[in-house]
């Protein structure tokens, strides 16, 4: 699968930007001569410089067709039943404009790889759809036309309104829950080199974290607020799936945390943000423990 090396800062810690590198006007002057010779070959030039960058068709059986418009292109096929709702797997991709432009991807945060939650609207409506058509190993290339991207909002500076996306993505491998407590499932999937303190009653705990329903992707987000939650472990201010997890933590790590229903807000549930008997979803980062 083909990247692009460029970097740009997005919200939440997953953005980078680079243009792809054009043809030179030499190359161009040589593509030309070489097809002087040939009508052929000259339509066949001008077909492949018309498409658009990074969407590569080699055969018509490569490519998935969805009546929504999304579109996958396979460079390598993986093995095993498709992708499921509430599985965790580790992705290698950016995401792109038609042009060629990165504007995100796990390269900016320098890892080879990055956890996704398929099924839970983590990102736009669009991956979720291309996701559970795909199974470990896949290399592919997805075109999200732009109401399954950023829409008609886009990304101020970075995506434009209306814009089509193109993924690149590779489906590494599922990522199966590091502990499992009374139905909740913690993934971690990073951690200080030397492990930091770990968490007990009477901590006092501060977190950078994001928080879903179903129905509400990112409902609460302290990265966009900039306003980390400390709180002490124990005294009943947090779902106590959350304080379960938190548990089996160390200062430093960063942990994905499924939390159901019985464990957070039961058949009540939270007014406009989760319905009653709706199961959470939580992205930590435990950044101190005192």
Known sequence: MRFLLIFIVLSFGFASCEIEGVKTSTENDELQKESSDSVENLEEISDTLSKPKEIVIDKASDTLKLKNGVKITYFKKGKGEKLQKGEVVMIDYRAKLEDGTVYDGNHKVKKPSIPFLVGWN??????????????????????????????????????????????????????????????????????????????????????????????????????????????????????????????TAREGDRLMIYIPAKEAYGNEGLIEMVKPGEDIFYDVQVAKVN
Not at 189 to 198: A, C, I, R, T
Request: charged content about 25%.
């Open 122 to 247: 983590q990102q736009t409506s669009g991956w979720d759809i291309a996701m559970q058509e795909l199974r470990v190993g896949d290399d592919v290339d997805i075109f999200l036309p732009s109401k399954y991207a950023r829409g008609k909002l886009g990304i101020k500076g970075l995506v434009p309104p209306n814009a089509n996306n193109i993924l690149s993505m590779r489906i590494v491998k599922k990522f199966k829950p590091t502990t499992e407590v009374d139905g909740v499932k913690i993934w971690k999937y990073d951690e200080l080199k030397s492990p930091g303190d770990s968490i007990q009653k009477g901590d006092k705990v501060l977190i950078n974290y994001f928080v879903s329903s179903e129905s509400k992707p990112r409902y609460d987000n302290s990265y966009q607020t900039g306003m980390p939650f400390e709180f002490v472990i124990g005294d009943g201010n947090i779902v106590p799936g959350l304080h379960k997890a938190l548990l």
